[in-house]
């Protein structure tokens, strides 16, 4: 510690998760780099919410910023959290596949792009159901086909966390970075509650929820690869690391057999401790800069 | 309807390879084996309730831990085996698809589930990739985390035209609570807004399937409907091996044209803007 520390650092440091989605997303490009794709000005906005009394936007919650990351070309994709709760629909879902297959269309062509999709989801928008569970779909295909050319980084700093669909798109990803704030799992605790009953998952009991689906958690079991301090700096320096990472043989949902005979090796017969679970999936073979 | 739930998709997988047994190795929830479609083998899956699970949460037809990684298992080794083979040699994957969801438990939850429907998205889309046709059959039910994990990521995509048939991203009861309204409220609004619809005509106006498929009982398929259906899935099957191994089929036809031209309208303009950036 140097003489000027008695400051403590919190004070100093610039918060990540107190910016908006779009914030977020510019603040991991280089100075001067970026460029947002589909902005609101171009006001390609839901045809649904309006039909059904709800009030769209021009960006439909969905941000694409194209530019250079540690001097390499990049596409950050960011969903607002805070507009229909980060969900996933029509023109949201097309923005993210278009990005993403554009970046792969770039990089096939010898102009490596990465993406990284900033999640603050609850899943598909329920109402546009259909359309946004194949957004889900496509995303998916679109995350799976950039992969072997171009890292595809999933940032989850919180507080919406990212539920649903849109987890399966973090579950491929190349990377998963999550601050201790966020929270990842396919569904959230209230709807188990609702489907399986309180028995099965208390939603009030916030302990339970983080020791499950938080991010200490997640990285903790080998499920996610950096856990980053909500800052700003860091979570950059932490993103470009990733995006000049050399590209891997193998990543981790192709890591089948490996947790396929981890999930047979569970005792079900009662609820499975969270800590004693990461202790034993705690492991170096996964995703990851090591 | 609860009680059906899953028994469609046993009497296909029964009716398509005359097998009804897990393989072995794998849960009694996952029907897994090859078998011939036309002149060439293809493999079959499909999951299936199980009362005596070790995962309660899976019983009535759900899609959970187990199942994922045991469709992927299947699904990667085809694609290992067939690796050097050439396009048109390269074994079909037909997925029955009859899934209640995906599975609502705390022990899914913990486990990470999010990850094993995520790795059976990716072997599924890695199969599609590589070059195997990649074919669903909507045989009964397939809702939302439960469809992502088996069969949304096939190349083609079919279904029986019949009430039974739901494709839905949530039920009715949670989707209706959760948008505050009644379940008639939401039936309604389906007629209206096709991607809301819980009827498989409106979401054939999506442009998300090959195919509707008639038949006069899905629940006990006959000779002669087994034998119609192999044929509609031999004609999907080299329709797939005709075309580009994404999901960009989905778009060209004429009901996504009309129903998906928000995104379709992004898609281009996302493009224009691309190389200027």
């Not at chain 1, 509650?193 to 916030?206: A, L």
Request: a negative charge.
């Amino acid at each position: 510690m140097s003489q000027t520390s008695f400051i403590p650092e919190f004070v100093s440091r610039k918060s990540f998760i107190e910016l908006d989605g779009r914030r977020r997303a510019q603040s991991l490009f280089d100075e001067g780099t970026w460029k947002e794709l589909v902005g609101p000005f171009d006001r390609m906005e839901s045809p649904w919410l309006p039909r059904q009394g709800i009030a769209p936007q021009f960006d439909d919650g969905c941000v694409v910023i194209k530019g250079k990351i540690g001097g390499m070309p990049a596409v950050a994709i960011a969903l607002e959290g805070a507009f229909q709760g980060g969900s996933i629909g029509e023109v949201s879902g097309a923005k993210m596949t278009a990005a993403l297959d554009l970046a792969t269309k770039d990089s096939e062509a010898g102009k490596r792009t990465a993406a990284i999709l900033l999640l603050e989801t609850g899943g598909v928008r329920l109402q546009e159901a259909n359309l946004g569970l194949a957004a889900v779909a496509e995303v998916i295909s679109s995350v799976l086909a950039l992969r072997p050319h171009a890292p595809v980084i999933t940032l989850i700093a919180g507080t919406v966390g990212c539920f649903g669909g849109m987890a399966l798109a973090a579950g491929v990803s190349s990377y998963v970075v999550m601050t201790r704030e966020a929270r990842l799992g396919l569904n959230g605790p209230e709807v188990i509650e609702q489907e399986s009953g309180i028995d099965e998952f208390d939603s009030s009991d916030r302990a339970l929820i983080w020791a499950i689906h938080g991010g200490e958690q997640r990285v903790g079991m080998g499920l996610a690869d950096a856990l980053v301090e909500d800052d700003a700096e860091k979570i950059k320096a932490t993103i470009r690391g990733y995006v000049q990472a050399d590209l891997r043989p193998e990543y981790r949902s192709q890591q089948v057999e490996l947790y396929r005979d981890r999930i047979a090796a569970l005792d079900t017969s009662e609820q499975i401790d969270p800590l004693n679970l990461r202790q034993r999936w705690n492991n170096k073979t996964t995703g990851g800069l090591r | 309807m609860s009680e059906h739930i899953g028994l469609r998709g046993r009497a296909w997988f029964q009716a398509l390879t005359g097998k009804n047994q897990p393989a072995s190795g794998d849960p009694g929830t996952v029907l897994a084996t090859e078998a011939q479609i036309g002149d060439e083998p293809a493999l079959f899956l499909c999951v299936v309730p199980d009362p005596a699970s070790r995962f309660p949460c899976v019983r009535d037809g759900q899609v959970g831990l187990e199942e994922a990684f045991t469709l992927a298992h299947h699904l990667r080794r085809v694609i290992t085996e067939d690796r050097e083979k050439p396009k048109a040699q390269k074994r079909p994957v037909i997925a029955i698809v009859d899934v209640k969801s995906q599975a609502y438990g705390r022990r899914e939850e913990t486990a990470g589930i999010f990850f094993a429907a995520a790795a059976s998205a990716d072997a599924y889309a890695s199969a599609r990739m590589a070059g195997h046709p990649v074919i669903s059959l909507v045989a009964g039910q397939a809702f939302s985390g439960g469809f992502l994990t088996h069969g949304y990521q096939a190349n083609r995509i079919l279904s029986f035209d019949d009430s039974g048939i739901v494709i839905h991203a949530m039920h009715k009861e949670a989707a209706a609570r959760i948008t505050r309204r009644s379940v008639a409220e939401l039936e309604e609004l389906g007629h209206e807004i096709a991607p809301m619809s819980y009827d498989v005509r409106d979401y054939a106006k999506l442009g998300l399937l090959y195919k509707l498929l008639h038949v006069d009982d899905p629940l006990h398929p006959t000779t002669a409907d087994t034998e119609a259906v192999r044929h509609d899935l031999i004609d999907a099957i080299q329709d797939a091996r005709r075309g580009a191994t994404d999901l960009s089929s989905w778009l060209r036809s004429d009901a996504a044209k009309q129903t998906r031209r928000a995104g379709i309208a992004v898609r281009a303009a996302l493009e224009a803007q691309w190389q200027n950036a």
